[in-house]
């Protein structure tokens, strides 16, 4: 039985929940009403894609600000019964190289600068999110369809791995030194059909928490109340070490999706339910109160229409890597201090964040920015191809690279949990690009450099993924590749497709999926993901050809290849 907690909800008495002034009801932070908790969350958020009433897609912008994403995945198809509400896969962690990063040539780098969260995603039901009908869990029934005002109400789970060494995660994208941890987040989307009516105070709520060793959320992890201890690890919070080999399940429960992670290396397991008794919460339209709820899986099976209807990926089951949210710098400058409080007490300080890189990605100059918080105008703004950016206002919905915030030093910097100074250490300066935009816009950051896996000392090794596999065993027999990268290139034309590449114009690489031998097992492929890997690489699915073409059918800004049938089940290594 679950303890019972503070923070925690019961669902046998569902009532309205006020949020907090602080809190995760936008998770890109650019609420006019609310502070957000984490300074920078939008990388880890889903990349939404407005659909007026005639049924024309859009980019989409949360109160004036582009927030897109860059999110290379392989999307799993069956029609098995059970294939989109209860997942297995096998998967190794990545390991750094011990050598310290190089910020003026791709010669080393860290896994936090290539990607602060690959994930695995799967759509679920959430009758209070886009276009707020309601929806019949664990069922095919429901409609997904992005022009169909009958559509069931959705949102989209991910369930991301955090890499380690630049931390604290509630300003950073890492939640351990030297380890890596997992949480489980869903986002809903507060609008109704045609985004004729939003609530832009709280238009994409996100629920967040870590995989515990005793299942219990470290932190309340609805939209309204998440604190300091929601985003800050605890003594129960899963660790595991770079390498080791997990087993990693996402089902229905009679409560809510579980997702729970068994290191088979460590024996250790750690395990969250996505359930109102632990305090997960939807959010209503009309006053971004929350409800108590369990969410469950959306669908039974992962058939190729089975998505979520709102979001710029085709998102089903979902093997992914986010990137674009690291500029590695000789020095960081123009500070922008990040200081929370909350009424139950908690605190958080940082005051040494910046916002402009120096050298480094940069060359010999500066990088974006500084943005003035109060005001969203913005110095030296970049957009794809390193070109001038078109308006100085980060509020403009522009594709630009307005400011690198948050940047931090390299060394060790002094931050305030609860009253209690934290030294935190970065092996080199950087910057995220997540709090005046979302991402690096004129993609010249570490995500696009070739220092990607590929089996060189200086790079981190590659993930190696086996499956996905239902409960019942059966493996999916079809894959479509797809990136959603063109909707954040100024160049692109969404409707027509034009100038929607991948890679972008302006990158000097593009990661991308590949099968090759794997340490699992003899004779196995394994999915890894980033550049050929000499010894180990056996099929390239023609690099970053992958992607395939602009889907000009449902969102031009996101490349899709033909479905194919799953290579891992006819390759042999």
Not at 369 to 390: M, N, V, Y
Not at 534 to 558: E, I, M
């Amino acid at each position: 039985m679950m303890p019972a907690l503070g923070w925690q909800a019961t669902a046998a008495a569902p009532a309205a929940v006020k949020p907090n002034a602080t809190n995760m009801l936008d998770c890109n932070g650019f609420s006019p009403k609310y502070n957000t908790v984490k300074h920078g969350l939008g990388g880890l958020c889903t990349d939404p894609v407005e659909v007026d009433r005639n049924g024309v897609p859009w980019r989409f912008e949360d109160n004036e600000h582009y927030i897109g994403h860059d999110e290379p995945s392989v999307k799993f198809i069956s029609n098995q019964a059970g294939s989109a509400n209860d997942i297995t896969y096998f998967m190794r962690l990545a390991k750094d190289p011990k050598a310290t990063p190089t910020v003026d040539s791709p010669a080393v780098s860290k896994y936090a600068e290539l990607s602060p969260a690959p994930w695995f995603g799967l759509p679920l039901c959430d009758p209070k999110s886009y276009p707020l009908n309601p929806c019949t869990p664990d069922s095919d029934s429901n409609s997904s369809a992005i022009n169909n005002p009958n559509s069931a109400g959705s949102a989209f789970m991910e369930l991301q791995f955090y890499p380690p060494g630049f931390g604290p995660f509630i300003d950073g994208p890492s939640c351990d030194p030297s380890e890596w941890c997992a949480a489980l987040t869903i986002d809903s989307l507060a609008c109704t059909f045609g985004f004729a009516t939003c609530n832009n105070n709280c238009i994409e709520p996100v629920n967040f928490s870590y995989l515990q060793t005793d299942g219990v959320p470290p932190g309340p992890p609805s939209p309204q109340l998440t604190d300091v201890s929601t985003l800050t690890p605890n003594n129960k919070t899963l660790k595991m070490h770079q390498g080791d080999v997990l087993r990693v399940v996402m089902r229905d429960t009679a409560h809510g999706l579980l997702a729970e992670i068994n290191d088979l290396s460590t024996g250790r397991s750690g395990s969250v339910v996505a359930s109102a008794a632990n305090g997960f919460m939807n959010t209503n339209i009309a006053d971004c109160t929350g409800t108590p709820f369990d969410f469950h899986p959306e669908f039974s099976s992962a058939q190729q229409q089975n998505q979520v209807p709102w979001a710029a990926l085709e998102g089903g089951v979902l093997m992914q890597d986010e990137l674009g949210h690291f500029e590695a710098c000789s020095s960081v400058s123009s500070q922008l201090p990040v200081n929370d409080t909350f009424p139950n007490g908690q605190s958080f300080s940082d005051q040494q964040v910046y916002q402009v890189c120096n050298g480094g990605a940069e060359g010999n100059g500066s990088g974006e920015g500084p943005c003035d918080p109060a005001t969203g105008i913005c110095q030296h703004a970049t957009t794809e191809t390193g070109a001038a950016c078109p308006t100085n206002d980060s509020a403009s919905g522009a594709n630009c690279e307005f400011s690198g915030a948050n940047c931090m030093i390299a060394g060790p910097r002094i931050t305030v949990v609860n009253g209690k100074a934290v030294i935190e250490r970065w092996p080199i300066a950087g910057c995220q690009e997540n709090v005046f935009q979302n991402g690096d816009l004129d993609f010249d950051g570490s995500s696009y450099q070739a220092d990607w896996p590929d089996g060189t000392a200086g790079h981190p090794t590659s993930f190696e993924y086996l499956g996905p596999f239902t409960g019942g065993g059966h493996s999916y027999p079809s894959v479509q590749f797809e990136t959603n990268v063109g909707a954040s290139e100024i160049l692109c034309n969404t409707i027509t497709g034009a100038g929607c590449t991948a890679p972008p114009a302006g990158a000097a690489f593009y990661p991308f999926w590949s099968l090759g031998r794997s340490s699992l097992g003899s004779g196995v492929c394994t999915w890894n993901f980033g550049n050929v890997i000499a010894g180990r690489t056996v099929q390239t699915f023609g690099k970053t050809a992958q992607y395939g073409t602009p889907n000009l059918a449902r969102f031009g800004g996101t490349s899709t290849s033909p479905v194919l049938p799953n290579p891992q089940l006819s390759t042999w290594c």
